[in-house]
């Protein structure tokens, strides 16, 4: 496919502009019938960003944070599932069916996060 010509230098001062003026990023591409990138690329060259910016950034912490804490709750559950087994193991040595479940569960939830948050 072609390359694209760069758009004028009046569209891209028009975009910048409605970025000044708060406006969103999908609500300028659709106003100027450019991709979302292009206009990231012209706030980015013109050194402006978008306001909701701080507010993403504030809402993808707090979702890490509550993910972190589901994660601690459901490690804390099925420890004390774990804990409760009164059989973990059958009288050939191997271990039942539920010492499998739960412990490997146990090992999943703690499998890409060493239990801390950062």
Same mark, same amino acid.
């Given at each position: 496919?072609?390359?694209?010509?760069? !758009?004028?230098?009046?569209?891209?001062?028009?975009? +910048?502009? &409605?970025?000044? *003026?708060?406006?969103?990023?999908?609500?300028? #591409? $659709?106003?100027?019938?450019?991709?979302?990138?292009?206009?990231?690329?012209?706030?980015?060259?013109?050194? !402006?960003?978008?306001?909701?910016?701080?507010?993403? +950034?504030? &809402?993808?912490? *707090?979702?890490?944070?509550?993910?972190?804490? #589901? $994660?601690?709750?459901?490690?804390?559950?099925?420890?004390?599932?774990?804990?409760?087994?009164?059989?973990?193991?059958?009288?050939?040595?191997?271990?039942?069916? +539920?010492?499998?479940?739960?412990?490997?569960?146990?090992?999943?939830?703690?499998?890409?996060?060493?239990?801390?948050?950062?």
């Amino acid at each position: 496919m072609p390359k694209r010509p760069p !758009l004028p230098r009046t569209t891209r001062d028009a975009v +910048a502009d &409605a970025i000044r *003026a708060g406006r969103g990023r999908n609500e300028i #591409a $659709r106003a100027f019938g450019i991709s979302t990138g292009s206009v990231s690329n012209i706030a980015r060259d013109s050194g !402006l960003w978008f306001e909701r910016s701080s507010v993403t +950034a504030e &809402a993808s912490h *707090a979702r890490q944070v509550d993910m972190w804490a #589901a $994660r601690v709750e459901r490690e804390a559950r099925l420890l004390d599932e774990y804990m409760a087994l009164t059989n973990t193991m059958r009288p050939d040595g191997r271990p039942t069916r +539920a010492e499998k479940r739960l412990s490997y569960a146990l090992y999943n939830v703690r499998r890409h996060h060493d239990g801390t948050y950062r």
